[in-house]
């Protein structure tokens, strides 16, 4: 047996888990496409080419930019009333963002109370609680 101690340390649970995590890789790709939408909710002020609710009347219902008569100015084109739909796209990543957090919320909420009453009461209501859930 060798006297030289180990140059492993022990690995932390978070360095476990982010071993087994990039092991994986639609993981990967699905926390890659994550941090992609967190990040465009984030910057929308700063990467929407356009207020996304500011009507141009000069240019409504424009083509995308790679169609005959698309504007490069509006790269998805524009909708019946001028508003530049990339701007609304960037921009609607927030509104989902956010239905997403406070959907979560209310099944977390809304799950640990009838976890809390099934656990406490037990029984038949235990039953018909977990039947229903």
């Known amino acids: 047996m060798s006297d030289t101690p180990s140059t492993f340390a022990p690995k932390t649970p978070l360095q476990e888990f982010w071993f087994y995590f990039k092991q994986n890789r639609g993981a990967l790709i699905g926390l890659i496409f994550i941090l992609i939408v967190a990040l465009i909710s984030i910057l929308a002020p700063y990467i929407a080419p356009f207020d996304p609710t500011e009507q141009n009347r000069t240019a409504l219902l424009l083509p995308p930019a790679w169609y005959d008569g698309g504007n490069p100015a509006y790269l998805l084109g524009t ?36 976890g809390l009453v099934s656990g406490y009461y037990g029984g038949m209501l235990d039953t018909i609680i977990i039947r229903l859930i």
Do not use: K, Q
């Open 79 to 114: 909708d019946d009333i001028g508003r530049d739909i990339l701007s609304r796209i960037i921009y609607g990543t927030r509104i989902s963002v956010f239905a997403g957090f406070v959907i979560v919320l209310l099944s977390c909420a809304f799950g640990t109370s009838l």
